[in-house]
């Protein structure tokens, strides 16, 4: 089952960080960095990081002379360790400190489950094997177990085995952060529950957030031998158990650790403590858990695989893209209040906030999870009170989300940032990305469009849309002498342009993808006029006081947004004054630097500005051609008077591809996305760029710090809706597939709006399949003719050749 398994085949200290982030097991709940067991954190190779879902706290720390405050995803106490002594030695067992004579590591996608195998020889030339096991329940999300086994191979005698509980831990996993205030934990209780139970319980010293630990280690010193008593060792911050055990040549030592966690955010509880304590007793052994596990897994495969007949390599990578998406969010996600982190439940990267990366990791779950996305729009909602302050702040109406979020709302951007290549802290404007808000609502009409939930568009969604289109409607400012609206002070999807050198002024004027973003939204929330009910209308322009010339407004700014372009061209301008910038020197550059490379940092230890160059860091305009189909957003801009042709698009296409620098793991995405049909070659040549960005860590180092969960879903949905062709509009689900030649067939099954369809495409046909067990009909476009599908029924469509790539 190579294409269900990541494998390491040899023990590399310096791929060590890598394979901790890869390796990372989670439930949605919580996720433990995939670390070896006796490892501590360091500064070189090892960083055994657990993260809770939602878990955040702030510190404050001095930068270049002022206080900032900073609020991170904590690091919470490392429930890992195991490790033994001989009784000669005063060192503990570290891999690094013997000689490795073999070693494989594989994470099995299909069970979730850790394993390692390593035979080794120490310095006094005993030779052993070591075995070990873990998980993170799936079936139960505040449940995690380990296996440990040693066997010795060419000795005897008495070993120290040490099974401990460690909260004695802060936030170092990102090299920048480590000069900021990094404690968060401050130590409530340790101790003992019973002859094989410690526990162990900690404090965020700002959230107030509490998280206990229970752990109950079971030794054996040989097969049908009951479990060992061991000794309590404390601390603050700590509690261990040591064992004394009789190792016999060739007979193993095995160990089980099963671990019961639980947070003063849990829902039906007393007191995280009480419950950890109680509940371990509870649960059963090692296999028995694991068992359970695997079923777990099994039922989201079952959903969520999509199988293509390619090279192992992409179906396996494909594999690893979708687990380590619902290890950051699964089922154990709903109730609890929580977004979706940018680098996952995997490191301390972005310190654990929530940007943009939804609009890439919801048209998957929208089609296989779609409650995830209904929970995880509700984390939005929720601090819609937050969103609608920061406006009022700034002067606007409406509701303006933050471009970093975490636990309440607010803004959690830094305002200042370490360039790492030149040592220096600098101001930081990315907070004017005000697009973030039309994303959300983008979020929000697409999982409509995939459920036709009608009830959250009613109550929910339309609430979210209109307080957007209010905050658009006061952003925007008319232009006396243009007759046009303008939006001034803002930074677009790129980053690296964040204002016009010298000029004093804060962030761009007219970036075209929000200004376009803005009329969409706009649109949607006029739309919404003729799809609820009028006393729900009137009940929402009551609570969010919207009057009738605010919808006059709406309806004026939707027809006349400035758009800006390159002269006379069909070239769209990234933003106004785009084309007085200088033209870029990228083959110097990429020679010395590679194509993914931080321009905004390279250039500005070398005493310049990005800002000064047609170079963007990744997709912003052509997040345009990325979002919306040709026909919508060619109907966008009929509306707004400008001549735009679908001949265009592959003008901009062009001509921005030959300036971004592809600084961010998403733009490849984009990137081939926007390229799948025109020249497939080029779009596969990106997509697989995109595809081992995080496996082989392209931008240098950054994969260990936290994968980048927005590229890797949104490397799945390529395969799910741009291969397929696959589009929502006007109440039909849209197919219209141009498979790459390197894929051979797709086969996947997708929810839309309660059916469950089956669609396997070759090059030749596409068949598709409407599963038993619901009673409407449901409404499939292929290749442009509409068809009505009742249930169980299954038709085959012949494609047309593919044209020339």
Sequence with gaps: MLDWSVVYENWNPAEQPLREALCTLGNGYIATRGAFEEAAADEEFHYPGTYLAGGYNRLLSEVAGREISNEDLVNWPNW?????????????????????????????LAKGLLERRVRFRDTSSRESDLVSRRFVSMANPHVAALEWELTPLNWSGPVELRAALDGRVANRGVARYRALASQHLSPLKQGQQDDHTIFLEVQTNQSNLRMAQAARTHVFAGPGSTPLEGALQTEPGYAAQLFTVDCQQGKPVRVEKVVQLHTSRDKAITEPLEEACKNIGRQGNFAHLLGQHQLAWQRLWIRCDLEIACNNQAQKILRVHIFHLLQTVSSNTVGLDVGVPARGLHGEAYRGHIFWDELFIFPFLNLRLPELTRELLLYRFRRMPEAIFAASQAGYRGAMFPWQSGSNGREETQVTHLNPQSGRWLPDNTHLQRHISAAIAYNVWQYYQATEDMEFLTFVGAEMIFSI??????????????????????????????????????????????????????????????????????????????????????????????IPFIGQSNIIAQFDGYDQLQEFPWREYTEKYGESMRLDRILESEGDNVNKYKASKQADVIMLFYLFSAQELLHIFELLQYKFSAEAIAENIAYYEQRTSHGSTLSKVVHAWVLARSDRKRAWRNFETALVSDMEDVQGGTTAEGIHLGAMAGTVDLVQRGFMGLEIRDDVLWLDPALPDEIGSLHFQLRYRSHWISLHCTHETLRVTIDIGWFKEVKIGVLGQVYTFLTGEQREFALPKNPAS
């Design 80 to 108: 890992l360790p195991i490790s033994f002594r001989h009784k000669d030695a005063s060192s503990w067992f570290q891999l690094r400190e013997v000689e490795v004579i073999s070693f494989r590591q594989e994470l099995d």
């Design 469 to 562: 289109a209010l905050f658009w409607s006061s952003i925007a400012v008319l232009n006396q002498d243009t007759g046009r609206y303008e939006i001034h002070k803002v930074v677009g999807p790129d980053e690296y342009h964040t204002d016009y050198p010298g000029s004093g002024e804060e962030g761009l004027r007219n970036n075209a993808y929000t200004n376009v973003m803005a009329v969409w939204v706009i649109q949607r929330a006029l739309q919404l006029f003729q799809m609820l009910d009028d006393s729900r209308l009137q009940e929402l322009f009551q609570k969010r006081n919207i009057s009738e010339a605010d919808i006059q407004r709406w309806g004026d700014i939707s027809k006349r947004m400035y």
